[in-house]
T-cell receptor, first 116, second 111 residues
Framework: ETGVTQTPRHLVMGMTNKKSLKCEQHLGHNAMYWYKQSAKKPLELMFVYSLEERVENNSVPSRFSPECPNSSHLFLHLHTLQPEDSALYLC???????????????FGPGTRLTVL | DAKTTQPPSMDCAEGRAANLPCNHSTISGNEYVYWYRQIHSQGPQYIIHGLKNNETNEMASLIITEDRKSSTLILPHATLRDTAVYYCIVRDGTGANNLFFGTGTRLTVIP
């Protein structure tokens, strides 16, 4: 138990569906992240939120839309996905002091997404 | 961030020490060495990190060479639950937020 929870743990959706992934951290951290892990590929950073503002967006297609309503919650809204978007989606959080050394990240268990 | 090179796989007998090497010959002075592991179908787990000095915590020890071009993660008494992919990451402490995980070393602990 890392203090980062993700729901749902498994999701199967059609290409025309709209769904959302939810992440919640109970650690009081100020930064949250979405990563994607496709089969046999390294983890890829998708989005970073620091103090509830998006600070990084690594060329992610617009069919993925993140939302960070407060420092404890992070969503990833999905619409019109493609089968190649099937992957493990991981959420992480960290406590980063301003201008200080970046700290370790705590990961949730992930959501296994299958797009049919 | 500097690139790292790790062997793709290693085996270790249960109860023995597992020594996982990592080369990071292009590391710069302000870059830290981080180790994470990922047990099958779970999220990565932080293990340890260091800058210059050797470090030890309840999970592992990190040995960094004097020139900082390589490091070794040591699991002193490997158990079956230590079977996982281990990632060595070199990262500027105040730079980008992302961690580049690479392909890591798949450690299999054998009974």
């Amino acid at each position: 138990e890392t203090g980062v929870t993700q729901t749902p743990r498994h999701l199967v959706m059609g290409m025309t569906n709209k769904k959302s992934l939810k992440c919640e951290q109970h650690l009081g951290h100020n930064a949250m992240y979405w990563y994607k892990q496709s089969a046999k590929k390294p983890l890829e950073l998708m989005f970073v939120y620091s103090l509830e503002e998006r600070v990084e967006n690594n060329s992610v297609p617009s069919r993925f839309s993140p939302e960070c309503p407060n420092s404890s919650h992070l969503f990833l809204h999905l619409h019109t996905l493609q089968p190649e978007d099937s992957a493990l989606y991981l959420c992480a959080s960290s406590q980063d002091p301003p201008g200080g050394i970046r700290s370790k990240q705590f990961f949730g268990p992930g959501t296994r997404l299958t797009v049919l | 961030d500097a690139k790292t090179t790790q062997p793709p796989s290693m085996d270790c007998a249960e109860g023995r020490a597992a020594n996982l090497p990592c080369n990071h010959s292009t590391i710069s002075g302000n870059e830290y060495v981080y180790w994470y592991r990922q047990i099958h179908s779970q999220g990565p787990q932080y293990i340890i990190h260091g800058l210059k000095n050797n470090e030890t915590n309840e999970m592992a020890s990190l040995i960094i060479t004097e020139d900082r071009k390589s490091s070794t993660l040591i699991l002193p008494h490997a158990t079956l639950r230590d079977t996982a992919v281990y990632y060595c990451i070199v990262r500027d402490g105040t730079g980008a937020n992302n961690l580049f995980f690479g392909t890591g070393t798949r450690l299999t602990v054998i009974p």
